[in-house]
Each structure stands twice: as C-alpha cells, then as structure tokens.
C-alpha cells in the first residue's frame, strides 16, 4: 500500500506560577531526603562521639541501610562501621559496653547471614563478636532494653518468653559468653510486656511495663528485684499505676522518674509522669503539676546538670505551657523557659534520646519533619532547642542556611550564607551554581573562601562583588566581615578595609557613583565609631562626606538607595541620630536624616524588608503589627512623603511570622517571602507569595515552603531563585536553594502593545488580532474571544506557561508552538496547518494528531470512508478505522489522498488540526516484540529522534522507519515505494541527491509534528513514550530536510559515507556506513538499522551476520577495515555504484570498490563504478575499503584531528597525536565522576569500563590543551 509522509510542528503549556523548575541541580532530585525512611527506636552514643542508630528503617539519605547504622558526628555514615548484609529484622534496643562492643536487640533471627535469636554483641568495626553466642537466643518476642550488671553480666527484658529454650517470661539474665545464668531467679516472671528496666547503684534491677503481676504477685506495671532475681518486698508501690509504663530514668540520687500513658499511681494523680523516691513513694518535690493531658511519654534521659528529658506523642500541655512531643525539665519538674524547639516534631512520636558531646540532643522517633524541616526521624538540637538544620543533611543541595542569592547576567548565580557543602562539595559561605544548577568548581578554586556565615553581597558595574557579613577572613586573609571579591572568587586586595568592623554587616548597597553603603549591628568601622551605617569609598576608605553623626541605636537590616540617590534604613533601631525613629528612616545623600520623609509613631516591630514600585511607592515587610498606630500586620506601602497608603489592599496581612524579602516585578507585582506560615488576608501563605502592585493576593502564583525564606531575585532568564533554611519547596524535596518559573511582566495587544512587544517573562494577553512574523518566546498566551493570532511558517511561538483564552491561535505551514515542560496544561484552541508533499488521489499520507479529540475524518473529509487505516502490531497487518473515530494521541494513522484529487498529476494537501495542542508525556503501548508499531510524534512541535532513540532505547529496535511513495515527477520506467531509515549513525534517503548536494528524503533527526513512523518492539507488555524532552524549536517543516542543516551541537561524532545503487532506468536505493565512537562490528542497538527491502525491484546493504543492513555502525579505526556489501535485483541490466555524500573526516580519503566477480579495485573518489548484472541475490560480490591492500600503490593516512577515541576487542582506546595525555576522567550523562585516570602518554586502553550502550563524556587533558569528547559506549 503507498504511502506518502508529510511533516509539521507546535507546542503546548499550562500550570500555575512557582512550579519548581526540576531542571535546575537535577542532582537534588527529591529522591534524597533528610535522614531515614522508617523509625529509630534506639540511639547509643559512643565515646568517640559516633552514634548508634537502630530502628525500623531500611534506606538512609535515599540509599539502602538496613536496621542499624553508625554516624559520624557530622551525620555521615561511618563506613568503618561494617554490617554486611545486615538483620533481618528491626532493632528496640542497643547498649555500648565499656570496652566498646555494641549489645543489640530487637526482633531479628539473623545477622549477616548468621543466626542471632533477637539478642547479638558486635566488635566495634560492626562484625559479630563470636564469643558471645546467641545462636538460638530468644525465639519469639521483641527485646526491648538491654542493661549491664558491674560484674560483666546482661540482663535483657521485653516480650520474649524463652532464652535458648528455656522459659524467662519477659527477663533474662545473660553471662557474658552468651548463656543464661542459671542463678537468677525470676519464678514465673511477667505474664505481659517489661518495657524498661534500670539497675540502682546497690545492684538492685526496677522493672516496669505493661505487667500486673510478677512471679505471682500483684504489682501493676512495676516492681523491684533483688540481685539474685527475687523480688524485693521494701519497695513499696502501693496499688501501683493505672496504666502502661513506656520510660523510666534513675537519676544519681536514687530517685526514678518514670513516663507512660498512666494517669495515676497509688490512688494519687499523675498524668503520664511521675518521680519516685527509692523507697516507691511519690517525690512530692517534684513539680510536674497537671503533667501531660494526652498522648504517651516513650523516653526519658537526664543530662549532667539534673535536667530532664521527655519524648513520646503527648502535645497540647504540660502543667498548662505548650508542649509538642519533646520537653525539657530542670531537677525539680519544672519545664525550662528557654529551651525552645520552634516548632519540634511535625507528627508521630519520639523513641529514642542521646546527649551529644557539646550538651545537646540526638532525637529519634517516627516523625519525618521537626521544627518545619524535613527530617528523616532523627534530628539534633543544642542545648537551647536549635535544630542543627545542617545534620543528616542527604548531600544534596546546600547544607545550612542560604542568607543572599545573587543571579549574574550569563545566568550563574552566585549563593552566600552558613553553609559548608554544596551537593556534597566542600563549598564555604560562598558558591558559584551554574545555569543548570551544578557546582562551578572553577570559582575560588583549591581556597578556604570566608570562615564565618556572609549575610549580604551587592556586584559592582565591573564584576567585582562586595560581601558582609560575620565572618573575619576570607581565603585565610583577615577580613573583618567585609571583603570585596574579584569575579573569580579571589580576593580584591586593592579593597582596603583595615581592621575592618567589630559587629555583623548585613546590608550593603552600591550607589551609582560606586560608594558602598554598609549597614548592620556594628559601632566602628576600621577604629572609627559609626552608628551602624557607613558608606565607603570605591576603595574601601570611608567616605567623609557622608556624616550620620550618631546613628541608629540598633541593627539595621536593610539599605534601600532610591533613584535621587536618597537612602532609606529599615531595621530594629528606634532612634535614629538622637531623634525618634521607629525602625524605618530616610537619609539625604550626605547622610543628614530627610526631614520631608515622615515616620510619625514608626514601626512596633522590626523592618526586615524594602523595595520601590516604579512610582517611587515604598513596600515595606517585617515583623511588625502597626505603623504610626494604624494595625498593618507585617506589610504595607508607604507614600513616597513616608505616610501610609490606604489604598495598597492587604486586609488583615499575615497572621503570624514575618516577611524577609520583597521583590518588585517589572509590573509591579509583589513577591514576598519569609518566615509567615498562617494566612495572607484570610488566604493560606506557607513563606512565598505573591500580590498584585496594589497588595491583593495573586492566585495564579502558587508555591509552600516549610521553612524560612531569606532571599529571592529574578534571574536575567526571567526565573526566580530562592534560598533559605528550606528543604521542600511545593511538597519536592530542594535543599535550601531553589528555581522558580514564574511570568515577570506583561504586555496586551488592541493594536499596539501596552508594555513593550513580547519578550521572554512576559505574560501576553491579545485583545484584538495579531501576526508573528517572527519567532518569539513569551511566558504566556492568552486571546480574547473572537480574535485569531496567527504564527507565520517556519516561526515559533514558545511558552513557559500555559496557552488559553477563547480565540484561536493558527499556525501556518510549518509554524510551531513551542513548550517544554510536561506538567502545562493548554486550554486554548489552535488551528494547525499542515501540507503534505505532493499526492494524487490514490496515494497515503502518515499522520498523527498534534491536537486532542480530532477525528480521522477531519483530517481529509473528502477521502473515501473505507481508506483511513492504523497498524495491528500483534497481528502485523493494516487495520480498518472508522472515520469518526477520535485519533489517539502519540498513535500513528495512513489516510489516503481526497476523492477530488487527481490520480495522475500530484498536488499538495492541507490538513488543518483543531483543538487543545497536546503536551506533556504520552505513552503508547508496544505491540508484539519484533513487530511494527506506527506510531506518531504527539506534539505541535518537532522532536528530536536521538533522545527519542535514547530515551526508548529498553523497549524499542534503535531505527525509525519512515514510509515514502516516491513517486518521482518524471517520468522514470519504475516508479518506486520505499522506507527512508534513521538511527543514532544518521539516515538514508529514498532517492538520490539532487544536483545542489541536498538528499530531501534523507531523514535528519528531526521528527515533525503531525509525522507517524514505524519502531520495532522488544518487550512484551513495555510502552513507547514521548515527552517534552525530546521538543525542539523550529525545523518543522520536514522530517527529510537537507541533511546540511542539521543541528551544529551534534550527541556524538560520526564519520560517514552514504552510497546509492542507480539503474540506468532510474531505479534508486541508498546505504549507509558510518564510524562512530561506541559502535562495534556487531549488531549495535542504536547504530544498525536492517533493510525491510520494501523497493519492490531492487536491495542494496551492506552484508553482515547474516542480516541486510541499509544502516551500518561499524567501529574505529576505518583505515584497515572491509566491509561486504550485497544486492538483490529483480531488474536484468546496467547499475552504477556511487557515493551520494560523505561527512568531511572522509574528504580527501581513498573509498575503494572492490568488485570480486571481476576482480576489479575502483576509487569511487574517481566517479562511480558502472557493472552489468541478471536477477539474483549477490551478498559478497563487492566490498567497501578505505586502503588499497593488493597494489599497495597508496599509504593510507587517517585524519585524527589530534584526539581519536575508538573501541577496540571490547575495550575503548585513546590515542593523541602530537602530544601525550596527561589526565583523563569520565562522566555519565547525568554529570557522575565513573572514571579518572593520570598519564603521560600518546596512547591509553580504558579496561575496566563495561559497554551499556550509554553516553559518556569524556574530558582528556594533553599537554597542549583540554578536550570534551562524547561517545556512546
């Protein structure tokens, strides 16, 4: 059946404002999260400060980590600390012996492949200690507690009922070799749970849980033994507790303090907590009040100072303060005033507590977020409460606070704050973070950078950077937090500040002259007093012109520098140069105070934040709840006199936190972050919004931070950057840093443009009709109802947002809308034109829908209802289609010719798509593995065949094949159909070059929209998919272009020469050989393409495992190489052989012939070889050769251009000409170090590298320069 292709293109968007742009550090890709995946129920600190951490988790920061670990002080795994393949079973307990062994419990029944009944000791490096067998151990329960008697024995309690086969009912006592001693004496034990145990100084044990009798006797939930096991009668509990008992604590004086779900003991009340004297009876000195009014108390751990450590699920109230799940007591039961854990565990419970060796805590339990971070149930705090936001951070991301962000004008973005690691990467307060979001190693290399937290930076006209902050050097250089950097991170020594200031800087502004204005908590500045603002000369010197005389009584947090070049302060002053001023005032240039700028009453609260609108308006945030008496709850706008606007809208503000940073769009919209996580005016704002340039908030931005936002700016490609003490962003998984889409400005069309023409940022809105005559990309599109704006041909509109409105949005011919995120959803309709190549009425065209819910019938109504067909790839056969049936979308349909076409002279079709352009990822499922499947390009844009191949690669055959009636308009003796073919080597055409050196059926990589095509399946039940990845902008017009306008940035080298097999009558094939890194004289997935042999006269391949290749991959080098080439002919005649076109690496190189029927050796460089044949199938008659073996008349010389890399017996060699290779490293597609290798010499073989059919980018360092070389191996 002939078919005809036909080719096109377009693109499609939607998704609110904010949407995090993954593309930026993929490396933090929400995979790794903060810490653990499952609960810790135990946590032991060894002396050298390294935790034991046990629980029910099985993956640690994203990687595999079974039950028990070791971390380092800095919250890395300790790799020294080797459990090898690990329990089986989740661990409740663990205790550190003296001499370093670690005894652990739980309910495991192996370890590392050994038997361990729920009970085992460990060597300090992790292997199991054999002298202690628990081979058999406890066969059924859990081991809750483990504690160690002075004389080396173990006692262990929990649910178990036997140890090593014989009865112990919840308590076992346990030499050291393992056994069970005999000598202790327990009767009947406990019918239920021992929860904890304890062991007082005179060696007697306390026992408690959810028992209420043991060895017979009444005792509810707790008792007292003597040494031997018996029970102690003086310890005296009374009718005991009422409830279970989950914690219990000895302090050193005897006293036992005791937590649970109780509510009262011995007829007195005690809510979920209580002190015993060592007798049983209620330590009344103990002030614990109300206690606890719900939940459960899990542990308890006193400190060296007496203090108190409670965690469990109890929130709400402890003797009526606040509580969430983790509390800290002084001695006598009184909750400690200034321990504050902000907002503390999110949920679950706490299980476990150790101190750390600087006095705080290591908390572990079953939450997954504390104090608004995530952190994977364990976190660590200081004495005071503070989360160290810093531990268990996954190596992703930044690992401590990000303070100032600021974005360069090629898109690097430079980042400051208190951080020491970006992605894993030593990077100190300082990083330079490329355009993708990597790590730019090149700045400040091999140096220290600051050694104390940069709070701000401002970059001068020149590049060169100031900072402040609360560092005193930078690159080992005394600077007292303030330096300036030269653009490579170097420090600027002809900035002189002398000894610097002696308090923190935490603004700076450069003027239009250069002067530096520096503002912060500090009073001298090089020996000189200031009060807390200064401005400095170019050079550092200050600046004397400028005289505040006294200055502000208080930090100032923020400089804002007018266009008159007046300066206003903001900050948490109250006085300002002796007179009242209220956290905000205004300066004239000289530094004497703007009298015609008034505050009145100021500000009851700090003023963290300042921007201008551009009508000079003063947006002003912070922590602050009035201005000048009037209730404005942390924002609002000031008249550029200093009086309130009253008609900036902000209701009721924000209802609780503060705002940090405000940045004004270039139409004045208002974004604002900070630490607010209540609601704006009523609206829920988790720390980043944004209003509209009157102060309504805008509900098409949309984003939820879990922790503070510090800085924010708009990036010169128009996207926000963030940073801050967050590590979720939108419910994603971003460390502290983050990049945001979002629209920047706005432009309407009703005849002219309101703002400006379209621009990238920009959101356009068209209220009356429009032509693009030329590409542009835009944020996004909107058109009113009953207008038409129309894309010329071969133009693009490109989208970062959404396309919508109720008009129509055509496309011409080859035209394209362009988007590249899978999440957009359109809404608006277009018309999508496309033209075919010339048809008659009996030929097919390829199609596929780039809009929703189109019709068969729409795309050619005048074409007969029984020519509309699909492909059965099951039962390998063209399938009928109903013409009102709706195409689906990425599937593949052959329509023939209109009915009112000629059948004998050709003309072009138009088919026009109306409807929602498709975006997104679309999938399609795959037939019978080794069968077709026509599927088709979904997009109203082309795509690129290579990352389709690539991405596809595990489920499909590596070449696309494309149906061509190739009916030519002459007038030929045979008229042939055919398949043009592509892979990752190239493609080959249907007919020959025309005289301009242009092959027009020679596919180029390029898939237009509308386009359909054939891929081969390899697995059952696997899926093709298609995703915005594989877009690209323009080269829509055909998939058989040219092949010389093909991209310039090309995936991988290639070295090729495409041959045609021409009768004298015109009836053409096409072959292609090619030399390409990765590729091996085997079948290669991604280089070989076989021949369908489709031309129904004739086949030319090349001959090779017994397979027909019209696409060949073979490997470097090519000078010795042979290839076989075959035909098969069902024409008797004269043929000629001849090189259509070559890349250049062959130009000037020898391509011989050699034609063993009649021993003839031709130079296809000489013009092409002519011969005679009959019918028949000739698989070894010819031979492709880059030497002439048999003369040895010509020495070959291969053109390595320097650096060749090739494949040789499975393994890759490199080989430099004219100097030696000094360094080479490899890295995956997705930036990852697998190879580094130092040298001195001309040629290396790379062994230990395994070919995955991946791509490798090689950097190779010769002595005379560095090269980047990619490869598919």
């Known amino acids: 059946m002939p078919i005809i292709l036909f080719f096109f293109l377009l693109n499609n968007s939607n998704a609110q404002q904010g949407k995090l742009d993954t593309t930026f550090n993929s490396y933090d890709n929400g995979t790794n999260g903060d810490g653990f995946d499952n609960a810790i129920r135990t946590t032991s600190m060894q002396t050298d400060g390294n935790l034991i951490v046990g629980g029910d988790f099985l993956n640690f920061n994203g990687k595999p980590l079974s039950y028990l670990t070791r971390l380092k002080t800095d919250g890395s795994v300790d790799t020294d600390f080797d459990t090898g393949s690990g329990f089986n079973g989740k661990i409740y307990s663990s205790y550190i012996q003296s001499d370093g062994k670690i005894i652990i419990g739980g309910n495991f029944t192996s370890y590392n492949g050994e038997n361990a009944g729920r009970l085992i000791r460990l060597n300090s490096d992790g292997s199991h200690d054999t002298t202690f067998n628990t081979s058999l151990g406890a066969s059924s329960g859990i081991i809750n507690q483990i504690v160690t008697q002075s004389d080396g024995k173990i006692i262990i309690v929990g649910s178990f009922t036997k140890y090593n086969g014989i009865t112990v009912n919840r308590i076992a006592r346990i030499l050291p070799d393992g056994n069970l001693d005999a000598g202790f004496l327990t009767g009947s034990g406990a019918p239920s749970n021992i929860n904890c145990i304890e062991i007082q100084s005179d060696g007697k044990i306390i026992l408690a849980g959810n028992f209420i009798k043991f060895n017979g006797v009444d005792v509810n939930r707790i008792t007292r033994l003597n040494p031997d096991g018996s029970t102690d009668i003086t310890f005296n509990v009374g009718s005991g507790f009422d409830n279970d008992i989950h914690a219990m604590s000895l302090q050193p004086n005897g006293k036992i303090i005791l937590g649970g779900e109780f509510t009262g003991y011995n007829g007195n009340t005690a809510n979920r907590i209580i002190r015993l004297h060592p007798d049983g009876t209620p330590d009344t000195t103990f002030l614990s009040g109300t206690g606890l009014n719900n939940g459960i108390v899990y542990v308890i751990k006193t400190d060296t100072s007496g203090n108190i450590m409670l965690g469990g699920s109890f929130t709400d109230l402890y003797n009526g303060l606040d509580v969430n799940r983790l509390m800290l007591l002084n001695p006598d039961g009184i909750i400690k005033p200034d321990f504050d854990i902000g907002n503390g565990p999110g949920s679950a419970s706490v299980y476990s507590l150790a101190n750390s060796s600087e006095g705080g805590w290591y908390i572990g339990g079953s939450f997954s977020v504390f104090d608004s971070q995530n952190q994977g149930k364990l976190a660590k705090i200081d004495a005071n409460g503070i989360h160290d936001i810093s531990y268990l951070s996954a190596g992703v991301g930044f690992d401590n606070s990000v303070l100032k962000v600021l974005p360069l004008s090629d898109n690097r973005t430079m980042v400051f704050g208190n951080f020491s690691r970006f992605n894993g990467v030593p990077s100190s307060r300082i990083a330079r973070i490329l355009p993708d979001g990597n790590l730019d190693i090149t700045f400040n290399s091999a140096q220290t950078n600051a050694n104390n937290s940069i709070k701000t930076a401002a970059q001068q006209p020149d590049g060169k950077i100031i900072i402040g902050g609360n560092f005193t050097s930078y690159n080992s250089t005394t600077s007292n937090r303030i330096a300036r950097i030269l653009p490579d991170g170097s420090l600027d020594n002809s900035f002189v500040s002398g000894i610097g200031f002696n308090g923190q800087v935490v603004s700076v502004a450069i003027q239009s002259d250069q002067k530096i204005l520096v503002a912060g908590n500090f009073t001298k500045y090089n020996g000189v007093t200031f009060g807390r603002v200064v401005r400095l000369m170019p050079d550092g010197t200050i600046d004397g012109s400028f005289n505040t005389v006294v200055g502000a009584n208080g930090a100032i947090d923020i400089i804002l520098v007018q266009p008159d070049g007046k300066i206003i302060l903001g900050g948490r002053f109250d006085m300002f140069n002796g007179t009242g001023y209220s956290r905000l005032v205004r300066l004239n240039t000289d530094g004497s105070i703007d009298s015609s700028f008034s505050v009145g009453a100021g500000f009851d609260k700090n003023v963290y934040a300042l921007n201008l609108q551009s009508d000079g308006k003063i947006i002003v945030g912070g922590s602050f709840l009035n201005y000048n008496g009037i209730s404005k709850r942390r924002i609002l706008r000031l008249n550029s006199n200093g009086t309130l606007d009253t008609t900036f809208d902000s209701g009721t503000g924000f209802s609780n936190g503060d705002v940090r940073s405000i940045l004004i769009q270039s139409d004045d919209r208002i974004l604002a972050g900070g630490a607010f996580s209540g609601n704006y005016n009523g609206i829920a704002s988790l720390r980043l919004l944004r209003l509209s340039s009157n102060g309504i908030y805008d509900s098409s931005f949309s984003v939820s931070l879990n922790s503070t936002l510090y800085t924010m700016e708009i990036t010169a490609d128009s996207k926000l950057i963030i940073g801050g003490n967050f590590n979720s962003v939108s419910g994603v998984a971003k460390h502290r840093v983050a990049r945001l889409k979002l629209c920047t400005d706005s432009s309407r069309w009703n005849g002219s443009w309101s703002n400006g023409s379209p621009s990238e ?507 980047t070389k990619k490869i598919i191996y």
Request: charged share 20%.
């Open 761 to 1267: 940022g920009k959101e356009l809105v068209f209220e009356e009709d429009y032509l693009f005559s030329a590409s542009v990309n835009a944020c996004s599109c909107s058109i009113n109802s009953a207008k038409t704006v129309t894309i010329s041909s071969g133009k693009t509109l490109g989208l970062s947002f959404n396309y919508s409105g109720n008009g129509i949005l055509v496309l011409e011919d080859t035209a394209s809308l362009y988007q590249s995120d899978d999440e957009m959803v359109n809404t608006g309709i277009i018309h999508l034109k496309r033209k075919t190549t010339p048809i008659r009425k009996f030929d097919y065209t390829c199609w596929s829908s780039p809009v929703e819910n189109h019709r068969l019938i729409d795309v050619s109504p005048h074409t007969l209802s029984d020519k509309f067909f699909s492909f059965d790839a099951i039962l390998r056969k063209w399938a009928g289609e109903v013409p009102t049936n709706i195409m689906t979308v990425g599937k593949g349909y052959i329509i023939r010719g209109p009915q009112n076409f000629s059948s004998t002279v050709p003309e072009k079709y138009e088919a026009i798509f109306k409807g929602i352009p498709v975006n997104g990822k679309i999938t399609i499922p795959l037939g019978t593995p080794g069968n077709s499947n026509l599927i088709g390009n979904p997009y109203p844009s082309a795509i690129n065949a290579d990352s389709f191949l690539i991405d596809n690669a595990e489920n499909i055959e590596g070449s696309l094949y494309f149906w061509t009636h190739n009916t030519a308009l002459t007038n030929n003796k045979y008229n042939t159909n055919d398949y043009a073919v592509y892979n990752l080597l190239g493609g080959v055409g249907t007919r020959s070059s025309v005289s301009s050196g242009q092959n027009e059926t020679e596919p180029n990589g390029k898939i237009a929209s509308g386009q359909s095509f054939f891929v081969t399946g390899l697995v059952e039940g696997e899926k093709v998919k298609f995703d915005d990845n594989m877009r690209i902008i323009e080269q829509n017009s055909s998939f058989f272009k040219p092949a010389k306008t093909i991209e310039k940035k090309k995936i991988i080298e290639k070295n090729r020469i495409w041959l045609n097999l021409t009768s004298e009558e015109n009836v053409f094939k096409q072959l292609l050989v090619g030399y390409i890194e990765g590729a091996t004289n085997s079948y290669d997935l991604f280089f070989d393409g076989e021949s369908l042999d489709e031309n129904r006269y004739i086949n030319f391949y090349s001959y090779n495992e017994g397979k027909n290749w019209v696409i060949q991959g073979r490997q470097f080098p090519f000078h010795s190489d042979e290839v076989t080439l075959g035909y098969k002919t069902e024409i008797n005649g004269n043929f000629t052989i001849s090189i259509d076109h070559l890349d250049e690496s062959f130009i000037g190189q020898s391509v011989y012939l050699e034609d063993k029927e009649k021993k003839i050796l031709h130079n296809l460089n000489d013009g092409s070889y002519s011969f005679s044949t009959d019918k028949g199938i000739f698989n070894s008659r010819f031979v492709l050769k880059f030497s002439d073996n048999t003369l040895q008349t010509k020495e070959f010389s291969i053109n390595k251009k320097g650096l060749v890399i090739y494949q040789k017996k499975g393994q890759l060699v490199i080989e430099s000409e004219g100097s030696n290779i000094q360094k080479i490293e490899a890295f995956d597609i997705l930036g990852k170090l697998i190879l580094e290798q130092n040298t001195n010499q001309n040629s290396i073989i790379i062994s230990n590298l395994k070919p995955k059919n991946q791509i490798l980018i090689f950097k190779i360092k010769t002595e005379n320069k560095l090269e």
